[in-house]
């Protein structure tokens, strides 16, 4: 599929089958997310996939009580331990471990997998649940799984509200 298209059809999927996610085609979403990308190359996330229904259920309350969270038959835990901050200012580990799960965000789209990246959850308790070390942060969730159905787009703003050419700051 054509990359621009691909994006174009990538949606936050809030609902999902049962059906569990084939053991090939997660690990082409963890190969994407390997491939991504990294601050000075330091590929420095760690990919905790979780499949253990019950495990996912404790999870659904440390994703703010986002239910869907349990119907996946898949989650992902995308987290850091290089807590450095780049020269521009931007810590590592929220940028780095950001561009690994888009990427792996479009590689599940392609293979008609539903991912919504979430912003709301508890750090602290989806550490604890999944044992991840202190000293990595939890930078990124996603639930994983095929969609219920396909969600519509939401609208997006035009072009000429988000480009400025060189250095005309004009919008």
């Known amino acids: 599929m054509e990359l621009l298209k691909l994006i174009e059809l990538r949606r936050s999927v809030r609902a999902y089958q049962s ?32 499949q253990d229904k019950a495990l996912i259920e404790k999870l659904v309350p440390a994703c703010c009580d986002q239910k869907f969270v349990g119907e996946a038959p898949a989650f992902l835990a995308i987290c850091s331990d290089d807590h450095d901050l780049m020269r521009c200012g931007q810590p590592v580990d929220t940028v780095d471990c950001s561009i690994a799960l888009s990427f792996m965000m479009l590689q599940a789209a392609e293979l008609g997998l539903g991912t919504c990246w979430l912003g709301s959850f508890y750090e602290d308790a989806v550490r604890e649940i999944l044992h991840i070390p202190e000293q990595y942060r939890v930078v990124a969730v996603t639930p994983l799984g ?12 035009p072009i000429e509200e988000l480009v400025a050419q060189d250095d005309q700051w004009a919008f």
């Open 19 to 50: 059906k569990p996610v084939e053991n090939e085609k997660l690990a082409l979403v963890l190969e994407a997310g390997r491939l991504a990308p990294s601050a000075r190359n330091g590929q420095d996330w760690k990919f905790v996939v979780v």
């Open 146 to 157: 095929y969609p219920v159905s396909e969600p519509k787009q939401r609208p997006r703003k």
